[in-house]
């Protein structure tokens, strides 16, 4: 079974930078695309972030031009680095990976990290 570990969440102030960082039990050459995700109190989870070896990385419009997500292959980790933050970034954040194998896909999640920005 494929563990995603999250790191990096935390308090900031409006305007402020936070870099998450999720680390795969599994090579990440095995994976489809890896992905961040978020979701406060009352919403579905929503993609934040996703990046695949094939393509461009795709990001939410809300995040675009504030956020960044990246891959260490080495590490076999991927960060969002995300700057400027707004309060309305405050959310559980989630990595996810999602690995295809034939026909089937598989999907892992992180255990979520907690994101807060104060005004």
């Known amino acids: 079974q494929v563990q995603l570990v999250e790191s990096g969440g935390g308090l900031v102030q409006a305007g402020g930078s936070l870099r998450l960082s999720c680390t795969a039990s599994a090579s990440i050459f095995s994976f489809n695309y890896m992905a961040w995700y978020r979701q406060t109190p009352g919403k579905q989870r929503e993609l934040v972030a996703r990046i695949t070896s094939r393509s461009s990385p795709e990001y939410a419009d809300f995040v675009k031009g504030r956020f960044t997500i990246s891959v260490d292959n080495a590490k076999n980790t991927w960060d969002l680095q995300m700057n400027s933050l707004k309060p309305e970034d405050t959310a559980v954040y989630y990595c996810?990976?999602?690995?295809?194998?034939?026909?089937?896909?598989?999907?892992?999640w992180g255990q979520g990290t907690l994101v807060t920005v104060s005004e």
């Open positions: 996810h990976a999602d690995s295809l194998v034939i026909t089937q896909h598989f999907q892992y």
